[in-house]
C-alpha cells in the first residue's frame, strides 16, 4: 500500500541553518496495516508525513501509494489517496459550518458536485449515525457550529471526517497530544475502532509509548531522521515502556543520543 524507498530530505542546504531531516528511508506499510511512529524531538516524524502526504518533495527517492508513484505529484493530487488527522483540533474543520456542512464536506470531498448539493434528509440520517457512534451526544446537535465545540469533541469529529471517506491512506499526526487526558482515552478508542471497522492503512505518530505498545500492528521508532527500529506486533507485546527507553538509550553509547534527549525522551513520553 505506502512505499518509501531511499527516501532523503535536507532543509536549507548549504546554510548555517541546514537540517539533514530524512535520511535513507525505506518503509514498507501493508493493506490494512496499522503502524504507529515514536521518536526523539526533531527527530523527523512530522516531517516523514509531510513527506508522504506532499507538504514538500523529497530530495531524493520514491514515495509509491496503492502502487502509484506520488514522489513528484503536489499534495493535493494526493488528496484522493490520503488523510489526515493533525495534533491540533481546531484544525481541519470549519468553525463556521456546522456539524452536518463539515461532514458533508469531507464526504465529497473528491467528488465533483459542490459540497452542499446533497446534504437531504437521508443524508443527514446518516451522519447522525456515524456521529452517534462518538458516544459525545453529538447526534442531535448537527446543526450546530463546529465552533462551538470542545477540543475533544472536534477531534473525534475531525477523526471522523477523515475516514468517511474510507481512504486508502489515513497519517494521524500526534493527534491526541492537546487532548485532556479522557478525551485522548475517547478519541483513540475511536481511532482503533474505525481503522479496525474499515480496515484502513494507518501511519500514526504518537508522544506516548504506552500508546504505541497497545495499539497498531508495528511500532516504527525514529532518529535523527533515520528508522533505527522496526518493532513487529508479537515483541511489542512482551515490550514495556522501559525497554523502549532502553533501546534509545542504546544511541547513547554511539553518541547518537546525549543524556539531555533521553531525559526529554523520559519527561515526553512517560
Do not use: C
Not at 501493508?30 to 509531510?50: H, M, P, Y
Not at 477531534?155 to 479522557?182: C, G, S, W
Amino acid at each position: 500500500m505506502l512505499k518509501i524507498s531511499s527516501v532523503h530530505k535536507i532543509f536549507n542546504p548549504g546554510t548555517p541553518n541546514e537540517v539533514y531531516a530524512l535520511r535513507e528511508i525505506n518503509l514498507e506499510i501493508r493493506e490494512g496495516e496499522f503502524v504507529t511512529v515514536i521518536g526523539t524531538n526533531g527527530s523527523g516524524k512530522s516531517t516523514l508525513l509531510n513527506a508522504i502526504a506532499g507538504a514538500f518533495l523529497p530530495d531524493s527517492g520514491i514515495i509509491e501509494i496503492a502502487g502509484v508513484d506520488v514522489t513528484r505529484k503536489k499534495d493535493f493530487k494526493r488528496a484522493k489517496y490520503i488523510s489526515r488527522v493533525f495534533q491540533n483540533p481546531f484544525m481541519g474543520t470549519a468553525p463556521d459550518m456546522t456539524i452536518a456542512e463539515n461532514l458533508h464536506m469531507a464526504y465529497m470531498r473528491g467528488k465533483r458536485s459542490y459540497p452542499r448539493k446533497g446534504l437531504h434528509t437521508g443524508r443527514l440520517h446518516a451522519y447522525r449515525e456515524e456521529v452517534k457512534q462518538l458516544e459525545m451526544q453529538l447526534e442531535d446537535r448537527l446543526d450546530s457550529l463546529i465552533g462551538t465545540l470542545s477540543g475533544g469533541q472536534r477531534q473525534a469529529l475531525t477523526l471522523l471526517m477523515a475516514v468517511i471517506t474510507q481512504p486508502r491512506l489515513l497519517l494521524l499526526d500526534e493527534h491526541t497530544a492537546a487532548l485532556d487526558p479522557k478525551s485522548a482515552t475517547q478519541v483513540i478508542s475511536l481511532t482503533k475502532k474505525f481503522i479496525q471497522r474499515w480496515e484502513l492503512t494507518t501511519l500514526m505518530i504518537t508522544h506516548s509509548m504506552q500508546q504505541a505498545l497497545e495499539v497498531g500492528d508495528r511500532t516504527i521508532m525514529l532518529h535523527k531522521g533515520q528508522i533505527i527500529d522496526d518493532i513487529p506486533q508479537k515483541e511489542k507485546q512482551r515490550l514495556r515502556v522501559d525497554d523502549l527507553l532502553e533501546k534509545f538509550a542504546e544511541l547513547r553509547k554511539t553518541e547518537r543520543l546525549t543524556d539531555e534527549m533521553l531525559e526529554d525522551l523520559r519527561r515526553d513520553y512517560l
